[in-house]
């Protein structure tokens, strides 16, 4: 079955660069999303299609992907930025369609 | 403002049935297929199943799949999930949410609140 795969936990200083990674072997053709879950509330999208940025997500949430890797990055991260991070995207033929196992993202 | 409203979670004992719906509103529900993700306590979210605007195609993950039957009434706007034959592992908050695109193959832009199923004896 089609994985996609993040690191568990990012620990950043408030005012510093978090980049969160998401491997994949579809990611090459298949655009990532990726969502903000913050403890007892539903997932927001952050970025959609690998870069878009929908317009009330704050701009230092941005997303890139290279290869096999997509990377969600937050410039000057923000305590309130303190969540759970997935990415989802879908396997070549678009049938498997998967979640990371979720990055935590600590700002402190 | 897109809105999403689930109803119909609650609690079952293994081999029944249950049936959740999803109420949608500020959007034009017929232009856009629609999907339900799970997450069971302290886990990452789970897509279950999904279905095209026009219901021409219907996608299931293999966990429920011949178990469970996705469903919409566009006049209604309104999304369907038929839970059968349920599972001790089918416990989770059940969300509702709405593909960017009109075919099953983009992520999700809304998320409703959530549904909680519990299956226990």
């Known amino acids: 079955s089609y994985e996609l795969t993040q690191p568990p936990s990012v620990s950043v200083s408030p005012g510093q660069t978090a980049r969160i990674t998401c491997s994949g072997d579809?990611?090459?053709?298949?655009?990532a999303f990726w969502y903000q879950q913050k403890s007892g509330q539903a997932p927001v999208l952050v970025i959609y299609?690998?870069?878009k940025r929908p317009s009330e997500i704050p701009q230092r949430f941005s997303g890139s992907s290279s290869g096999t890797t997509a990377t969600l990055t937050i410039s000057g991260a923000q305590v309130e930025d303190e969540a759970d991070y997935y990415c989802y995207s879908t396997d070549n033929s678009g049938d498997q369609k998967v979640f990371g196992g979720g990055t935590k993202l600590t700002v402190l | 403002e897109v809105q999403l409203m689930e109803a119909g979670g609650g609690l079952a004992q293994p081999g029944r049935s249950l049936r959740l719906s999803c109420a949608a509103s500020?959007?034009?529900?017929?232009?856009?297929?629609m999907h339900w993700v799970r997450q069971a306590p302290g886990k990452g979210p789970e897509w279950v199943a999904g279905i095209t605007w026009n219901s021409g195609t219907t996608e299931y993950a293999d966990s429920v799949r011949g178990r469970f039957t996705i469903s919409r009434d566009n006049s209604k706007k309104s999304l369907f999930l038929q839970m059968d034959r349920l599972r001790f592992n089918d416990t989770a908050l059940y969300y509702c949410a709405k593909d960017v695109e009109a075919a099953a193959d983009g992520g999700f832009d809304h998320w409703g609140q959530g549904t909680l199923v519990s299956v226990s004896s």
């Open positions: 299609e690998d870069t």
């Open positions: 500020g959007f034009k529900f017929d232009d856009f297929a």
């Open positions: 579809a990611l090459p053709r298949k655009f």
